[in-house]
């Protein structure tokens, strides 16, 4: 039997702690199914970890958090070849144990609980970290996105991407690939298409999702809208007008994480969805970052992290149009009565 990779020990770690994404988690389940060296390390891991799980973490703030992991990098800065040269001198050094039986025991429950203690202020602050990391992959391809709307608009004496839809188009159908404007993604693709942003930034990292997007160009320019769903993990903004007579304000919303209405439309387009808002449906974050809140790109190409569906700068629910309520019907088609409905889907 083939002996464990260093990374696969390494996912068998986060995993343990619980910090692998939802595809690293099924890897090393299907790893633990077929390798017996995995689910005797998996295990061990857990015996050292058990007392973990009496322990409440508390959510540890984010300028707490944030001020530890700095301490953390200057004490490694600081510490330089001399915390080098000690742990040569340590891995070097015998040291014979000669202790008691009870004494040993009372030592071995001491160094645990101090790992326990460590672990519980420590594990708070690099998960906050892990977030913060995701969350800055994501504004850096949405920043990406804006730069190539930019170069576009340039180009294009001063006008948006955009592609004609008739009233009523069906904006939630991401994918076909016929003639007609349907999705509302099209636009998006444009960009792709045209060469101005790379397929690559149109996929949220924090989703820890495997999606290949090696396309090449021919393939690319066959397309007339994203190969599918898979294939662009962000919701773009649905204009009241056209887009030739759109008038957008430095605050307005561009694009976001993934609208929670899109991850219920059905995969069949030949279905008529008809999608009841209800309270958990209407208040949910974006799935993107599991939740905590989602990264929101403006018109003015600054993108901020909000951990409710609005912005700083207005009280405007992104995820739904301003008439909606609990209770009606969403189908998909539906458009803002004017561009100051902020407004992404799908």
């Known amino acids: 039997m083939t002996p464990l990779s260093d990374t696969q020990k390494q996912l068998l770690f986060d995993y343990s702690f619980g910090l692998t994404t939802e595809s690293q988690a099924a890897e090393v389940e299907d790893l633990l199914s077929s390798s017996h ?37 200057e004490r490694a800065r600081a510490a330089g070849d001399r915390l080098g040269e000690l742990i040569s001198a ?34 708070p602050a690099l998960g906050l970290a892990r977030q913060k990391h995701w969350q800055n992959l994501c504004q850096s391809r949405l920043s990406d996105v804006y730069g190539g709307v930019a170069s576009y608009v340039s180009d294009h004496d001063g006008q948006l991407p955009m592609v004609a839809a008739a009233p009523g188009s069906p904006w939630w159908k991401v994918g076909t690939q016929g003639p007609e404007n349907h999705s509302n993604t099209r636009r998006a693709w444009l960009l792709v298409r045209q060469g101005y942003v790379v397929p690559v930034s149109f996929l949220c990292a924090a ?33 009241g007008v056209s887009p030739s007579q759109a008038t957008l304000s430095a605050r307005d919303v561009f694009m976001a994480d993934l609208n929670p209405l899109s991850e219920r439309f059905p995969l069949d387009y030949s279905i008529s969805p008809s999608i009841e808002l ?11 970052h599991r939740g905590r809140g989602q990264n929101v790109l403006l018109c003015d190409g600054s993108v901020q992290f909000t951990r409710t569906r609005r912005t700083t700068f207005s009280d405007d629910d992104i995820y739904t149009l301003q008439a909606m309520s609990c209770g009606c019907k969403v189908n998909g088609n539906e458009r803002p009565v004017s561009n100051a409905d902020n407004f992404v889907a799908p």
């Open 90 to 123: 340590e891995q070097t050094r015998t040291v014979p144990i000669r202790v008691p039986f009870w004494r040993n025991w009372t030592e071995v429950v001491a160094a645990a609980a101090a790992v326990t203690l460590f672990i519980g202020i420590l594990l």
């Open 207 to 239: 989703r820890g999702e495997n999606i290949r997007v090696d396309f090449d160009p021919a393939q690319i320019a066959r397309f007339n809208d994203f190969p599918s769903r898979a294939y662009i993990q962000f919701s773009v903004r649905i204009d």
């Open 37 to 73: 060296e995995a689910t005797e390390l998996y295990n061990l891991l857990r015996s050292a970890l058990s007392p973990l799980d009496s322990v409440e973490l508390e959510p540890c703030p984010d300028e707490l958090a944030e001020r530890t992991i700095m301490r953390l990098k």
């Open 278 to 288: 209800v309270k958990a449906l209407m208040t949910a974050n974006s799935r993107n």
